[in-house]
């Protein structure tokens, strides 16, 4: 049974036509599984419904 993430990989590849040597794969892969580690941390951070956006500065 192939990996999903290994199939992501193989798919999003060939829809930017994106050469991924093989070689590189176990750091794609790396590379993808601490993005999607910390964007699930994200995810479940619950705010409160009074949370405002914060302001924008510029210098």
């Given at each position: 049974?192939?990996?999903?993430l290994?199939?992501?990989?193989?798919?999003?590849?060939?829809?930017?036509?994106l050469?991924?040597?093989?070689?590189?794969?176990?750091?794609?892969?790396?590379?993808?599984?601490?993005?999607?580690?910390?964007?699930r941390?994200?995810?479940e951070?619950?705010?409160?419904?009074?949370?405002?956006?914060?302001?924008?500065?510029t210098?």
């Open positions: 049974m192939a990996d999903p290994d199939e992501y990989i193989d798919a999003v590849a060939k829809t930017l036509a050469p991924v040597e093989e070689a590189w794969r176990p750091a794609v892969k790396a590379n993808l599984e601490v993005s999607l580690r910390l964007a941390m994200v995810d951070f619950v705010l409160p419904d009074e949370a405002e956006p914060a302001s924008i500065f210098a």
